[in-house]
């Protein structure tokens, strides 16, 4: 056996790499100052703190697209996170750049998700008077509520891994982990969609399937291979304008026949009163909300708003049902 140190392999960052990849050894540091690890370059050790985070964790039990679903096989926060792992990683590893460093910013990318999906976001901002992003909160979680000291490579790479935000990540790892995200979550939702019957096989775009191919399998692989080839062409991370509009025409046609439509938005709108419910009382009852589950210094509705963020998709619902369902005595 071989006894690579952390030493050992920072210097094969520099001779593996890419020149655009970022090296662990050239990172911008942490908040607070630390002893280098003997053995795990800082990257590794941020990939493995977000592992055994307690917000990491509940992702197994966060919805995807289809809320607090009954089959077995629908995507998870949890199943959606690997997946975006996988992706990433064999981009990273096929241009040259930090496997570490995008691991760690893809496990770590959506820590910061309410329960409900993207639905807790419209929730929350008009509770809160201002755009309330999973992504801040998950820069929050892992820094007060959970704090981790990671990098702020990766802190950054988990701040602006959606497309909406602006500036983009200042790594191309973290560019990874936006096209990771993108791929894994549009052709896990098409199989969800399917699997619901909320779609039918002939219905998904003509050109996505010439495109990208018959399975999801083959989506992935053909839209990961045109970032990989159009990345290594033109010196940043990217992907090829053709697969492009295929996956913005994917998305739009997910957007028409599945996340916006008239049963999604019943659900939707069941989810918003669930969650504004659950921060009204916790905001009027702050003793309530768990130490654990917040910073010190918030305010009650801070403090309502990381507890009832924090929580899963069947937490909140037990939650409210204790709280706000009728019993036989009332």
């Known amino acids: 056996m071989l006894r690579k140190t952390r030493l050992d392999r920072e ?21 607070e100052d630390e002893e280098p690890d003997e053995f795990r370059t800082a990257f590794e050790r941020d990939r493995d703190r977000v592992v055994h985070t307690k917000a990491f964790r509940r992702l197994k039990h966060k919805t995807q697209v289809f809320l607090n679903p009954d089959g077995d096989h629908f995507v998870t926060r949890m199943t959606h996170t690997i997946q975006v792992n996988q992706v990433g990683r064999a981009m990273a590893r096929a241009l040259g750049l930090n496997e570490d460093l995008t691991e760690a910013i893809c496990l770590g990318h959506d820590v910061g998700h309410s329960p409900f999906g993207h639905t807790g976001e419209d929730a929350l901002s008009p509770v809160i008077g201002e755009s309330w992003l999973h992504s801040a909160h998950g820069v929050r979680t892992l820094t007060l509520i959970e704090p981790q000291n990671l990098t702020g ?21 973290g560019m990874l982990c936006r096209f990771a995200d993108r791929i894994a ?14 779609i039918e096989y002939h219905q998904i775009p003509t050109r996505a399937l010439t495109t990208l191919g018959a399975t999801s399998r083959e989506w992935i692989g053909s839209l990961a291979t045109s970032v990989i080839e159009a990345s ?78 924090g929580m899963t998709d069947r937490f909140a619902l037990h939650t409210h049902d204790r709280l706000f369902r009728p019993t036989l005595l009332d």
Request: charged share 30%; no cysteine.
């Open 185 to 198: 979550y549009l052709t896990h939702d098409v199989a969800d969609a399917l699997r619901a019957n909320v």
């Open 232 to 309: 290594a062409e033109s010196g940043q991370v990217e992907m090829g304008d053709h697969h492009l509009q295929v996956m913005d025409e994917l998305r739009e046609f997910m957007f028409a026949r599945v996340y916006l439509t008239p049963e999604s938005e019943m659900q939707k709108q069941k989810a918003i009163t669930v969650i504004q419910d659950l921060v009204g009382y916790f905001t009027d009852h702050p003793a309530e909300v768990p130490d654990s589950a917040t910073v010190p210094d918030a305010g009650e509705l801070d403090r309502a708003v990381d507890y009832v963020a």
């Open 11 to 31: 210097r094969l960052e520099h001779e593996l790499l890419a020149p655009e990849a970022t090296k662990a050894s050239e990172s911008v540091g942490r908040e």
């Open 153 to 173: 490579e990766v802190l950054d790479g988990i701040r602006a891994h959606s497309w909406r935000i602006d500036p983009p990540p200042s790594t191309p790892e």
